[in-house]
């Protein structure tokens, strides 16, 4: 466990993703981001992170990966990205 918070989406398709704190089993936490398209992908269910719905502008969804820009995300040189190393190669 840890006092760190890491996103957390328990469904797929159309779900909410929920700041919440580590659990460290990864699962439903775990994600992979990908340099190359900038896409955060949820590793249990395949889908990907995406911007919040118009309905509801405070909870990003996890949605089929598609390449919009609503999946784009742009990792900041100071952002603590805490996945396994081999994310770290895309």
Not at 14 to 28: E, I, M, P, Q, T
Not at 39 to 62: F, N, Q, R, Y
Request: charged residues 25%.
């Amino acid at each position: 466990m840890s006092d760190d918070n890491c996103l957390d989406a328990t469904a797929s398709n159309g779900a909410n993703v929920k700041l919440v704190r580590c659990h460290g089993l990864g699962g439903n936490q775990a994600w992979h981001y990908s340099r190359n398209d900038q896409s955060i992908k949820h590793v249990a269910s395949g889908k990907c992170l995406s911007k919040p719905s118009e309905s509801d502008v405070t909870t990003p969804m996890l949605t089929r990966c598609d390449g919009s820009d609503s999946q784009k995300w742009i990792m900041a040189s100071k952002f603590k990205w805490q996945a396994a190393k081999e994310d770290e190669e895309d």
